[in-house]
């Protein structure tokens, strides 16, 4: 699979005619279509398989109580949660470009995170001098970085021994060319061996956790000319640096293919 890992050592090839730039991106397209169809077919098929399980249940209730069953459902949901992932991934470097608001963007995906977990209320603040930021990208696949990210801070306090003294700080600077967007915890901390893999795909030590968060969250910060950094020690937290240079509306909105 061609990731953003090795795009720079392969999309940029000199070449007069755009030869090899050209056959990279064939390959990117023809990769993301495979993807595509792989994923949904079988996210298709374990749709029609749960529907089975429910049905069964249905006429058969005791069969929620045999042997792995339970088992058998939870494993069928990885699956899916693996899949959905999967595309997730596949589809983060198509945008849909338009004009929008960073700082809109930033309080929806908090908005999201607190409907999901209403408890990271209590450990989040959002700290910004700016009542608005226009930006020209694709706000749907911001909000999915932003709010997956926020999300792993949240994870990371609830690990956290002293949960209760937990705190993540998010505030942005703007300079005249480009943004940065700061997302702090207090949490334990990623291991040095692990920081240098975390943004690599299907890189996890987390059970029922399939490895894409992060990955996804940097294709769309590439696709977006971005850049996404990551500076954590144990027992001291860690800090998500995400830079954004500041996008001119174009003279319509596009759907641009970014790997």
Same mark, same amino acid.
């Given at each position: 699979?061609?990731?953003?890992?090795?795009?720079?050592?392969?999309?940029?090839?000199?070449?007069?005619?755009?030869?090899?730039?050209?056959?990279?991106?064939?390959?990117?397209?023809?990769?993301?279509?495979?993807?595509?169809?792989?994923?949904?077919?079988?996210?298709?098929?374990?749709?029609?398989?749960?529907?089975? /399980?429910?049905?069964?249940?249905?006429?058969?209730?005791?069969?929620?109580?045999?042997?792995?069953?339970?088992?058998?459902?939870?494993?069928?949901?990885?699956?899916?949660?693996?899949?959905?992932?999967?595309?997730?991934?596949?589809?983060?470097?198509?945008?849909?470009?338009?004009?929008?608001?960073?700082?809109?963007?930033?309080?929806?995906?908090?908005?999201?995170?607190?409907?999901?977990?209403?408890?990271?209320?209590?450990?989040?603040?959002?700290?910004?001098?700016?009542?608005?930021?226009? /930006?020209?990208?694709?706000?749907?696949?911001?909000?999915?970085?932003?709010?997956?990210?926020?999300?792993?801070?949240?994870?990371?306090?609830?690990?956290?021994?002293?949960?209760?003294?937990?705190?993540?700080?998010?505030?942005?600077?703007?300079?005249?060319?480009?943004?940065?967007?700061?997302?702090?915890?207090?949490?334990?901390?990623?291991?040095?061996?692990?920081?240098?893999?975390?943004?690599?795909?299907?890189?996890?030590?987390?059970?029922?956790?399939?490895?894409?968060?992060?990955?996804?969250?940097?294709?769309?910060?590439?696709?977006?000319?971005?850049?996404?950094?990551?500076?954590?020690?144990?027992?001291?937290?860690?800090?998500?640096?995400?830079?954004?240079?500041?996008?001119?509306?174009?003279?319509?909105?596009?759907?641009?293919?970014?790997?």
């Amino acid at each position: 699979m061609i990731t953003t890992k090795n795009t720079s050592s392969i999309q940029f090839l000199p070449s007069p005619d755009s030869t090899y730039e050209n056959r990279y991106n064939n390959l990117q397209a023809e990769q993301t279509q495979i993807l595509s169809r792989i994923s949904h077919d079988l996210l298709n098929s374990l749709t029609l398989l749960n529907c089975s /399980y429910q049905f069964i249940e249905s006429q058969h209730p005791e069969a929620a109580n045999f042997k792995y069953w339970s088992d058998l459902k939870s494993d069928t949901n990885y699956i899916q949660h693996y899949l959905t992932s999967l595309t997730k991934y596949n589809q983060a470097a198509t945008l849909k470009k338009h004009q929008c608001d960073l700082i809109q963007i930033l309080r929806k995906s908090i908005q999201n995170c607190s409907s999901q977990y209403p408890e990271i209320t209590k450990f989040l603040s959002f700290q910004s001098n700016l009542l608005h930021l226009p /930006y020209y990208g694709d706000d749907i696949r911001l909000t999915e970085a932003f709010s997956q990210l926020l999300l792993n801070a949240f994870e990371a306090i609830k690990e956290k021994e002293t949960i209760k003294k937990g705190k993540i700080i998010v505030f942005v600077q703007n300079a005249e060319e480009f943004c940065e967007i700061y997302i702090q915890d207090n949490a334990i901390g990623i291991k040095k061996s692990s920081l240098q893999h975390v943004c690599e795909p299907l890189f996890t030590e987390k059970t029922q956790h399939v490895g894409l968060g992060l990955p996804i969250c940097k294709r769309i910060l590439c696709a977006h000319n971005g850049h996404l950094n990551i500076d954590s020690k144990i027992g001291r937290g860690t800090t998500v640096t995400l830079r954004l240079p500041i996008m001119k509306k174009e003279m319509s909105d596009q759907t641009d293919e970014a790997y």
